[in-house]
């Protein structure tokens, strides 16, 4: 056995041999238990690519997740704003609705002086007041047709006053 030669090293306070046969493979001793160096392990290339196949089928399923969260997410957004967009228009409509009898009540309420532009700057205040009332009272929703908000806009169009749009 001349042909085999041994060394001792010693390594971070471990003792490793290592054993050089006649082939010039060498296998290395720690501890008493044989390691083979990564090349000589059988099936390393077999394990290795089957390790990489998981991670691949892995991280496919992860993006698979992750882009059906973010349409989720997306689709979630989507319906929010629907739903901002019609409380929207809802309340635009209410405040339309508010401002209208508000400029009725106005021009009907005694001691109430709207703006008048120059085309009914010549009638008096308690005409145009009659002129209101009179078409409410002789309104459609007062025979029990029609609504309320349907008469005052038709009194709002075609009123001879105008009013703040800020009301």
């Known amino acids: 056995m001349d042909s ?4 001792t090293t010693t390594m971070d306070s471990r003792r490793s041999t290592t054993t050089t046969n006649m082939a010039g493979l060498r296998s290395i001793t720690m501890n008493g238990s044989p390691v083979l160096p990564r090349d000589d392990l059988p099936g390393t290339e077999a394990d290795a690519d ?4 998981r991670r691949k089928i892995s991280n496919r399923e992860s ?3 992750s882009r059906a969260r973010r349409q989720q997410h997306l689709d979630e957004l989507r319906a929010r704003a629907d739903s901002l967009r ?3 228009r809802e309340l635009a409509a209410r405040g339309r609705d508010a401002r209208r009898r508000v400029a009725l009540v106005r021009v009907a309420t005694p001691g109430f002086a709207p703006r008048q532009p120059p085309s009914s700057a010549g009638l008096p205040r308690a005409a145009l ?4 009332l009179g078409e409410l ?4 929703a007062a025979a029990g047709v029609g609504t309320f908000g349907q ?3 038709s009194l709002i169009r075609n ?5 703040d749009s800020e009301l």
């Open 50 to 53: 089957e390790r990489r196949l």
């Open 4 to 7: 085999l030669r041994s060394t």
């Open 63 to 65: 993006a698979r997740r």
């Open 151 to 153: 008469t005052i806009a």
């Open 86 to 88: 019609r409380c929207s």
């Open 129 to 132: 007041r009659a002129l209101a």
């Open 159 to 163: 009123a001879p006053v105008y009013f």
């Open 137 to 140: 009272y002789d309104s459609p």
